[in-house]
């Protein structure tokens, strides 16, 4: 069974930094592109960045561009989020996302599997 | 930078055929896909690359994407499919949402 386990989320202050951690299980994961995908509390959905299944390319909207770095240790399975900076508007749950279009060009991409999320709150 | 439109919400009666747009300029030219989410839950991916859907979701769900835009189509609403549904493509090494649209069952 395919799961996806965030961790590392809380609260924080405006500036202040955390790192995100996704655990995945249950399917070959040095083959997958992953993303991290958030949600403002009562809002939709918003792509935040992209990693290539070998980490050689990377990609980010443009709202975290130059504070979050994206990464993965395919030996450990897992894919991090590096958040620097932080701001009010960063509040949100962080979901993790395979992407389920392996081996395909990034326009093919969907995600296929989620895990639970995990809320980080900026906040003084 | 690229946006995708969604009406925020659609109402359907039970049985009856839902549908959800999604515009986006030359979104025809690109790949849609739909996730549903149900509150406080993650989202669920219905359709994916246009009208392929993914092993466990319903055959009622269908979708399609012509010109600036994409539909997702419930046939024979269930009172479960209530829940709020998002679009989403590729542009430019960019993923991009729709706003999302609340679908009620009544």
């Known amino acids: 069974e395919v799961q996806l386990v965030e961790s590392g989320g809380g609260l924080v202050q405006p500036g202040g930094s955390l790192r995100l951690s996704c655990a995945a299980s249950?399917?070959?994961?040095?083959?997958?592109?992953m993303n991290w995908v958030r949600q403002a509390p009562g809002k939709g959905l918003e792509w935040v960045s992209y990693?290539?299944?070998?980490?050689?390319?990377?990609y980010y909207a443009d709202s975290v561009k130059g504070r979050f770095t994206i990464s993965r240790d395919n030996a450990k399975n897992s894919l991090y989020l590096q958040i620097n900076s932080l701001r009010a508007e960063d509040t949100a749950v962080y979901y993790c996302a395979r992407d389920g279009a392996v081996g395909q060009q990034l326009v093919r991409g969907y995600f296929d599997y989620w895990g639970q999320g995990t809320l980080v709150t900026v906040s003084s | 930078s690229y946006e995708l439109t969604q009406p925020p919400s659609v109402s359907v009666s039970p049985g009856q055929t839902a549908s959800i747009t999604c515009s986006g300029d030359?979104?025809?030219?690109?790949?849609a896909c739909w996730y549903q989410q149900r509150p406080g839950q993650s989202p669920v991916l219905v359709i994916y690359?246009?009208?392929k859907r993914p092993s466990g979701i319903p055959e009622r769900f269908s979708g399609s994407n012509s010109g600036n835009t994409a539909t997702l189509t419930i046939s024979g609403t269930q009172a479960m499919d209530e829940a709020d549904y998002y679009c989403?493509?590729?542009?430019?090494?960019?993923?991009?949402f729709g706003g999302g649209t609340k679908l009620t069952v009544l």
């Open positions: 690359q246009d009208s």
């Open positions: 990693i290539s299944s070998s980490g050689s390319t990377i």
């Open positions: 249950g399917f070959t994961f040095s083959i997958y592109e």
């Open positions: 030359k979104l025809g030219d690109k790949y």
């Open positions: 989403q493509t590729w542009d430019s090494s960019a993923g991009v």
